[in-house]
């Protein structure tokens, strides 16, 4: 009786990346501290953030300013960020970004727009399962 034949194991297709709708925390103009409003939306941002989540933060400021300026203050605004997920305990893994003047979600020309513009995006990066 001839032995069995063994199959190797299938491959295991890498798992991709996949990230979620970002959220956006919104700032005063040329500050770096979290709003009345922004800390109650980060406090229901916190429930969102899986174990095996890595975040991405973006600062990102309005075109008013110099762009060293702006650099700065959007860099202050991500550690602002990340320094605040941390104090509550969050230990994923964080990448942080930061441009001013850059990747605008709104026209720099009214008040609205340039509050619109004056934020920090938290990216939610999750492995996606793959299922054989």
């Not at 075109?63 to 104090?87: E, H």
């Not at 990448?95 to 003047?101: D, L, M, N, V």
């Amino acid at each position: 009786m001839p032995a069995p034949e063994i199959k190797p194991a299938p491959a295991v297709a890498p798992r991709p990346a996949v990230e979620r709708v970002p959220i956006s925390i919104h700032f005063d103009f040329a500050a770096a501290e979290l709003t009345k409003a922004g800390l109650a939306q980060l406090e229901q941002v916190l429930p969102l953030i899986r174990d095996g989540d890595s975040l991405r933060i973006q600062g990102r400021t309005d075109a008013q300013g110099s762009t060293k300026f702006n650099d700065r203050l959007a860099r202050q605004r991500a550690d602002v960020m990340a320094a605040w997920l941390r104090q509550r305990g969050v230990k994923n893994p964080m990448e942080i970004e930061a441009q001013g003047r850059c990747c605008y979600v709104a026209s720099n020309d009214s008040d609205e727009g340039r509050a619109a513009n004056r934020r920090v995006e938290i990216h939610f990066i999750s492995i996606k399962e793959v299922h054989p």
